[in-house]
């Protein structure tokens, strides 16, 4: 661990480093010098434990006669590993590779897990999405579309939105994510994308497996769903809060066990209002929530009764339940476990 407890942190300082070990490879000597295995450890001039450089010499047989002697140099740089008398070979493993995890957000250290890494404490304004690709990054926010029901196109982006996340309404099209990859920007946000339009741009289907690892060069996050779905206007009108602030995006996404939501993060000073997506409040009467499963996936609504006992759903499961007034005026009864709070 590079930090300590109660220390202040940057969202791109490196807070903890491994260095994992280096490629191991092979030095055939006996083939390249046509000797035999057993002569080798007489013939190399090193031993293990010894470092090597690429072209140095290693090995060197005597001539005879008219006949010159053969050199051999290192192919590779790195430490001696073995010299075999078996199989005529030496192995020599390369520098160690070194693995930095960054904080993500800015915000103080609040817990060091041995070997592990560290837990850093924030506080700001959270979105959770419904599905991302791409990994943790930073950048500014900045709302690119006049509002929640626009879609996001490749005229709105231009080179000067390089290193920031935009937000777009109801969606992002395949030629804004291609103008998005070529500006350098950050990140994506949107109500929705088209499931084609993803998978032309990654070049391959998305599975069941978690996100987040893709090789590409910028974040995707959505809000609602697949599709041109239009951004709730809570959500919305909170990124125009926010626009021209820092912000970490991750679209990391695991939609079985062990639930990972994609997010935008932005960390505000202690007496900024931040308005929350998805984590904190209170369930109760009056709560804003969002549905997050089907048959009313994406709706927003308030809370308008909390029944204490369990109740039969179709799957024949009895659970906790809650009534909502969704927004347009009607009133269904949902799991208590397929909403997500929505709390100021």
């Keep these: 661990m590079l930090v300590s407890v109660d220390e202040a942190v940057k969202a791109d300082q490196v807070v903890a480093r491994a260095m994992l070990p280096g490629v191991l490879q092979t030095i055939k000597v006996a083939d390249k010098l046509g000797v035999e295995p057993k002569d080798v450890p007489g013939l190399f001039q090193l031993k293990v434990g010894d470092s090597v450089e690429k072209g140095q010499v290693v090995s060197q047989t005597k001539g005879f006669l008219i006949f010159k002697g053969q050199t051999l140099t290192s192919d590779y740089t790195?430490?001696?590993?073995?010299?075999?008398?078996?199989?005529?070979?030496?192995?020599?493993?390369?520098?160690?590779?070194?693995?930095?995890?960054?904080?993500?957000?800015?915000?103080?250290?609040?817990q060091i897990i041995p070997e592990e890494g560290a837990i850093i404490e924030t506080r700001g304004a959270m979105v959770q999405g419904i599905f991302g690709v791409g990994g943790e990054r930073q950048g500014i926010i900045r709302v690119a579309v006049e509002g929640p029901d626009q879609a996001l196109h490749a005229d709105h982006i231009s080179e000067a939105d390089a290193g920031k996340i935009l937000i777009g309404g109801a969606g992002f099209s395949y030629d804004a994510i291609i103008k998005a990859s070529q500006c350098n920007v950050v990140g994506l946000v949107a109500g929705g994308v088209r499931d084609s339009d993803l998978t032309r741009f990654l070049g391959y289907d998305i599975g069941v497996a978690i996100t987040g690892t893709e090789a590409i060069n910028l974040t995707l996050m959505?809000?609602?769903?697949?599709?041109?779905?239009?951004?709730?206007?809570?959500?919305?009108?909170?990124?125009?809060?926010?626009?021209?602030k820092v912000a970490s995006i991750n679209g990391a996404t695991q939609i079985r066990a062990g639930v990972i939501r994609p997010e935008v993060i932005v960390p505000l000073p202690l007496t900024g209002a931040a308005e929350t997506a998805g984590m904190g409040g209170v369930l109760e009467v009056g709560t804003a929530i969002r549905v997050i499963r089907e048959p009313y996936f994406g709706q927003l609504g308030t809370v308008t009764d909390l029944p204490p006992q369990l109740m039969e759903v179709d799957s024949g499961t009895h659970v906790r339940v809650l009534k909502a007034q969704l927004e347009g005026g009607h009133e269904v009864l949902v799991p208590r476990a397929n909403v997500e709070i929505i709390a100021t």
Excluded at 81 to 103: C, F, H, N, Q, Y
Excluded at 223 to 239: C, K, P, Q, S, V
């Design 78 to 110: 790195g430490t001696i590993e073995a010299i075999s008398e078996i199989t005529g070979s030496v192995l020599v493993r390369e520098p160690s590779i070194p693995v930095d995890v960054k904080a993500y957000v800015e915000g103080k250290v609040a």
């Design 222 to 244: 959505v809000t609602e769903g697949f599709g041109y779905l239009n951004m709730a206007h809570r959500t919305f009108d909170l990124f125009r809060e926010l626009e021209g």
